[in-house]
């Protein structure tokens, strides 16, 4: 002979649901506290530089950030053919390059991105003002000392 139960819903005694609300939080925070601490966004650092040549000149600011050093500011063009190019180093070694357009007698706005596709970046760039008959050049340091 069988005797067949009946189910009877009723709500669990308090300290079991504030048990069981402590576990499920519990649970919550240890996932929390397991993920992956977001990374800090690469410290980008600004130079400024002037590279002049004759009459014209190279104004503006290095920015060195993680894998690029962009080259922002303005040409002053006195002549024709003045070109700004940019060479990213990282630890004495030659990383890549990138150049405006030639540009002829005027100001004209420079934004140069030039690639340094290694960890951390380049630590340092080769401004160079160039023009037909000639070039000039300046660096421009990533020292991110509090000295400067």
Excluded: Q
Excluded at 10 to 31: D, E, N
């Amino acid at each position: 002979m069988f005797t067949m139960l009946k189910s009877v819903s009723r709500s669990a005694p308090a300290t079991a649901r504030r048990t069981a609300a402590a576990a499920g939080v519990a649970a919550v925070g240890l996932v929390l506290a397991t993920a992956p601490a977001a990374t800090a966004a690469p410290t980008s650092v600004a130079r400024h530089f002037h590279v002049p040549y004759g009459n014209s000149y190279a104004d503006g600011y290095a920015t060195f950030t993680n894998r690029w050093v962009t080259l922002d500011g303005t040409l002053h063009a006195v002549g024709c053919g003045r070109v700004v190019y940019g060479d990213s180093y990282a630890a004495g070694k030659y990383l890549d390059s990138a150049s405006s357009t030639p540009r002829c007698d005027g100001n004209w706005p420079i934004h140069i991105p030039v690639p340094a596709d290694v960890v951390g970046g380049a630590d340092s760039v080769l401004i160079t003002l160039a023009a037909p008959d000639g070039t000039a050049a300046r660096w421009a340091y990533r020292d991110i000392s509090l000295s400067r």
